[in-house]
């Protein structure tokens, strides 16, 4: 599900964008290139469908509802915008 109180991003990405995002890599969802080699190095490879779906409009400060089944990525799908967000200095 998405909820979004402020603007209408989840237009922007619609159902047949994603299963190509799915096939791609996590730069193809706008995370961050100084995350990519550690999520390569922990094996991730590309994004699953749920991240595929939540991280670009938590990217630009959507708020979501994500409902997924165990094990489908939602937890690394909203913390890595989270992250993103903060300021190493």
């Known amino acids: ?3 979004n ?11 047949a964008s994603l299963k190509m ?12 290139s100084h995350f990519e080699g550690k999520l390569l190095k922990l094996g991730f490879v590309a994004p699953t469908e749920v991240q595929a779906a939540c991280i670009p409009p938590l990217s ?5 509802l994500l409902q997924w089944v165990t094990g489908s990525g939602k ?8 992250m993103a967000r903060v300021d190493p200095t």
Do not use: I, Q, R
């Open 1 to 3: 599900s998405f909820s």
């Open 75 to 82: 937890t690394l799908g909203y913390l890595l915008p989270a």
């Open 21 to 32: 995002v799915v096939e791609g890599s996590f730069k193809d969802v706008k995370v961050p």
């Open 60 to 64: 630009l400060g959507a708020s979501l």
């Open 5 to 15: 109180n402020n603007n209408n991003v989840w237009g922007k990405f619609h159902k």
